[in-house]
């Protein structure tokens, strides 16, 4: 029996990891798709990286590697990356912690011009002690939302079975 237990259990662990692979290929396929897509050259796309890899160590990631050629996309990884950076900083804004202006969005990058201006954020937040508070920080645990429940009300005769319901209800 336990060898039985045994193939069991392995056999619904590699259906997990097929799971798991599967479900990462298709993340990466959608960072894939919100990379930008333009000509960008090695200097600036290097200048991106230094600010981005200012921010890693707060997020227990390691330094991005720099780029060594031109590229007119940006790999995924460095997309997950940076996704995830500015995710932190919509927290940070919704918790009033960075101001609104320090929004970081890789939407519409299409040339080293906004490469610069990304650059320039991702600058900007790396020099944020309270930023870097809040990352330090515990996140808010949100108190579970109640629902009402709410009694549909007939009017007219109330019928055995539902008077029965109404009985074991309140029993």
Known sequence: MDEMMTKDLEMMKGMMEESGDALMQEEDALFMEMAPKGVFSKGALNSLVKAHNKLTPAFGLEPYPTFTE?????PTKFVREIMMI???VE???GEDVLDPSMAISIEGIKSDRDLAALTAR???VSRQK???KFLESPPPVEAPVKEEVTEEVKEGPMGEEEMDSLFE???
């Open 70 to 74: 031109d590229a007119t996309s940006f």
């Open 86 to 88: 500015a995710k932190a």
């Open 91 to 93: 927290d940070a804004i």
């Open 122 to 124: 991702l600058d900007l």
């Open 130 to 132: 309270d930023f870097k």
């Open 169 to 171: 209800g309140r029993m």
